[in-house]
C-alpha cells in the first residue's frame, strides 16, 4: 500500500476546488439565464399592453368580450414558450451537473475497482473466494446503478413527451376556441 504525502493531498485539494467552482458556474449559469427569462417575461407583460386597450375602448359588451378572445391565443402562446425555455434552462443545467456527478462516479468507481484488485493481490493464500464474491457484489451493485440511471432516464422522456403533448393539446384548443369567438 502506499502512503499520501503532502503533494498528492495538496493537489487532491485543488482538484476539488476546482471541480466545485466548475460546479458553481454551470449552476451560476443556469441561475442567469431563468433571471434574463423572467426579466424577459416581465418587460413584455408591462408593455405589451397596447392589446388592452382594445377591451377597454370595446362600445359594447360583445365587442368587450370578442376583444377578450383575441388576447387569449397570444397570451397562452407566451406562457406556454416561456414554460417551454423555464424547462430548457433547467434541462441544460441539471444535465451539465448530472454529467459532472457521474464523472466523479466513474472515477471513484474506478479507484475503488482498482483498490480492490490490489487488495485481490496482497490478499492471504485461501481468501480468493471472499474476494470473488466482493468482486461479484460490485458489479451487481453497479448493473444495479446502470438499470436504475437507464430507468430514471426513459421515465423522463416518456414525461417530456407526455407534457409536450398536454401542451400541444392546450394550444390547440385555445387556437380552436379563438376561432369560434
Known amino acids: 500500500m502506499t502512503t499520501l504525502n503532502v503533494e498528492q493531498i495538496l493537489a487532491a485539494n485543488k482538484t476539488a476546488v476546482a471541480e466545485a467552482q466548475a460546479l458553481a458556474a454551470s449552476a451560476f449559469a443556469g441561475f442567469e439565464k431563468l433571471v434574463a ?45 416561456y414554460g417551454r425555455s423555464v424547462y ?5 443545467t441539471s444535465a451539465e451537473l448530472t454529467a459532472a456527478a457521474e464523472g466523479k462516479f466513474a472515477e471513484a468507481q474506478k479507484s475503488a475497482t482498482a483498490a480492490l484488485d490490489n487488495l485481490a493481490k496482497n490478499a492471504p493464500a485461501g481468501t480468493e473466494s471472499v474476494v470473488a464474491v466482493v468482486k461479484s457484489a460490485v458489479a451487481a451493485s453497479q448493473n444495479a446503478l446502470d438499470t436504475a440511471k437507464a430507468s430514471a432516464k426513459k421515465a423522463v422522456e416518456v414525461a ?6 398536454v401542451t400541444d393539446n392546450v394550444l390547440n384548443a385555445v387556437k380552436t376556441n379563438s376561432r369560434k369567438k
Open 160 to 165: 417530456e413527451k407526455q407534457a409536450n403533448a
Open 37 to 81: 427569462l423572467n426579466l424577459a417575461a416581465t418587460k413584455s407583460a408591462l408593455f405589451d399592453t397596447a392589446d388592452l386597450t382594445s377591451v377597454l375602448s370595446a362600445k359594447s359588451p360583445t365587442d368587450a368580450l370578442a376583444a377578450q378572445a383575441s388576447l387569449i391565443k397570444p397570451l397562452a402562446e407566451k406562457s406556454i414558450a
Open 88 to 92: 430548457a434552462i433547467a434541462s441544460e
